[in-house]
């Protein structure tokens, strides 16, 4: 390959690396578009009924929540995004 060949090979390497990397960063359009409210009545019910957001105190969804994070698999977003709505409803 000629030198200058590449030096373009290359840099376009870089570059679709770098668009991964902040594309995988990004938010997930279906995530980012919903709210705390329908989040919770989306996976929340999947394995027991969706809890009532009376039942718990704000201290205790934030210990059930991260319970949940592991168990149900959610993202830092529809963590964030479910708690509050949980706490807002209490
Ligand atoms: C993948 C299945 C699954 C999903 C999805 C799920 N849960 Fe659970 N949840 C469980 C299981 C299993 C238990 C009981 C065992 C335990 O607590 O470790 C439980 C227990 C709970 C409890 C009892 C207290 C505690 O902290 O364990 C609460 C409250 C709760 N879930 C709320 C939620 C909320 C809110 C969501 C939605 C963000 C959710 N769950 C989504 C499986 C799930």
Wanted: charged share 20%; with cysteine; aromatic share 8%.
């Amino acid at each position: 390959m000629k030198k200058r060949n590449l030096f373009l090979f290359a840099a376009a390497t870089a570059a679709i690396v770098l668009i991964s990397v902040i594309n995988g960063c990004k938010v997930p359009e279906a995530i980012a578009s919903k709210s705390g409210a329908q989040l919770w009545a989306e996976n929340c019910n999947r394995c027991h009924n969706a809890p009532d957001p009376l039942y718990y105190s704000d201290s205790q969804w934030d210990v059930a929540m991260e319970h949940m994070r592991v168990k149900a698999l959610l993202t830092d977003v529809e963590v964030k995004k479910i708690a509050t709505f949980l706490k807002a409803s209490n």
